[in-house]
Each structure stands twice: as C-alpha cells, then as structure tokens.
C-alpha cells in the first residue's frame, strides 16, 4: 500500500475487508433465573429462523466443586432455548453474529465492496476467544472440565456428560437420568468455568448407573468489554 490507513490486529495482521464480515456482539441478555432443580427451567433466547449465531453465557452464582450450577443451549418446537438448574442467580446472555452495522453519528465507517457497512468504531466485535480442557484427557475435559479464569467469562453452553442408573433412597430403588452440561460463575474477580447436572442428583446408597463422559472441551470468551 503506497498511501492511506492499514487496520492490523494485537498480532499486526492486517484486516482483510473484501466479502468479509466480523462475528459481532447482537444482544446482550440479562435473566434473573429461580431456584430450580430437576429437569430445571426454560426460558426461550431466540427462534430458529436459520441465522447463525453464537451463544455464550455465566452467572454470578457461587464458586465450589458439587455444585449443580449449569445453563445449557436446547432446540425444541422450532426455539433455541436456555435450560438452568441450580440456585436463583442472574445469568448474562451473550449473543454473537453476522450484522450489518448502523452508521454512527460520527467516527470509523468501514464498508464491504458493495458499500454496506461492516464494521464502526462503536461494533464490539466477538474476541479473546479460548477453548479449555483436553479431548485426550478423561479428567481434564467434558463433565469433568473445571478451570478458574481470571476476569469476567462466559461459556458457550453445551452438555458435558450424563449418568443413567438407579440409587437406592430409603430402601426404595429409583431410576435416575442426569445431563451434565457447561457452567461459569464470576465471582467480582475470578470465573470458575466446570460442569453442573440439569436431572435428578445420583446421590444416595446402594445405587448402580454409567457415567459417560463426552469429553468435550469448553469454549469460553472473555466478555469484560462486552
């Protein structure tokens, strides 16, 4: 470029405009969620209407193993919805996409060939993104995943695991079905990202099951600028 004004990354690699657009925060959500356990509670984000999106999500609840804090991203009747289980909390919602930007007052306009615009100085664009845990590692990945970050996170919300069995509760035998899925819980400081049970507890004597883990990793964004 012999003039003008070049746009480089943290790492100095340029911008690439063309046909491209940048994944870029569309809504920011907030849901005061109730106490709930079991199958836990729904509460419906958006309809399935074919536009890709990308779904991240924490509370301010408590920090701490055995706990059953967990949201998890479930399609059902043409609806993306969000089901929690665990104590009342208030979850953040973050939701990211392609969009077209609306043209500030004032500032960067940035258009793609076509002349629409992409990208302003006022666009916060989805980054700092990290994926956690170790797929060849039982205990490092899925339902057994669980790390402290420093600074506000939020996990994209997926399921980790499951048990299937039956416990014995005073005497009686019962059968028990437990999805494990994603959980981060800012405390003011630090963010403990891990897994949660949406389901009944698989606590309880003389109970025989399988545990599966996925072992999946956890793909966490870090949303303080969000």
């Known amino acids: 470029m012999a003039y003008g004004a070049m746009l480089t990354d943290s790492a100095g690699i ?39 999106r990308f779904v991240f999500a924490n509370s301010n609840a408590a920090q701490g193993n055995g706990l059953n804090t967990c949201e998890v991203l479930e399609l059902s009747g043409g609806v993306w919805s969000l089901r929690c289980a665990g104590p009342a909390r208030t979850v953040n919602v973050y939701i990211f996409g392609y969009q077209f930007q609306p043209v500030p007052a004032w500032g960067i306009q940035i258009n793609d060939s076509q002349g629409r615009c992409i990208l302003t100085n006022e666009t916060k664009v989805l980054s700092d993104v990290q994926k956690l845990g170790n797929e060849g590692s039982e205990r490092e990945s899925g339902l057994n995943a669980n790390f402290t970050l420093s600074g ?39 963010t403990q990202i891990t ?30 600028r969000y």
Do not use: C, H
């Open 14 to 52: 340029p911008f690439y405009i063309g046909d491209t657009m940048p994944l870029t925060l569309l809504e920011k959500r907030v849901l005061n969620v109730p106490a709930v356990s079991g199958s836990g509670t729904v509460i419906n984000i958006f309809n399935n209407d074919g536009v890709v």
């Open 152 to 190: 506000e996170w939020a996990v994209a919300p997926v399921y980790t695991g499951n048990y299937t069995g039956t416990v014995s509760i005073g005497g009686q035998v019962y059968p028990v079905v437990s999805q494990y899925a994603s959980s981060a819980r800012f405390n003011g400081s630090t």
């Open 195 to 224: 897994s949660g049970y949406v389901g009944n507890s698989s606590s309880g004597g003389g109970g025989t099951g399988t545990l599966t883990n996925y072992r999946n990793r956890l793909v966490a964004v870090n949303v303080q």
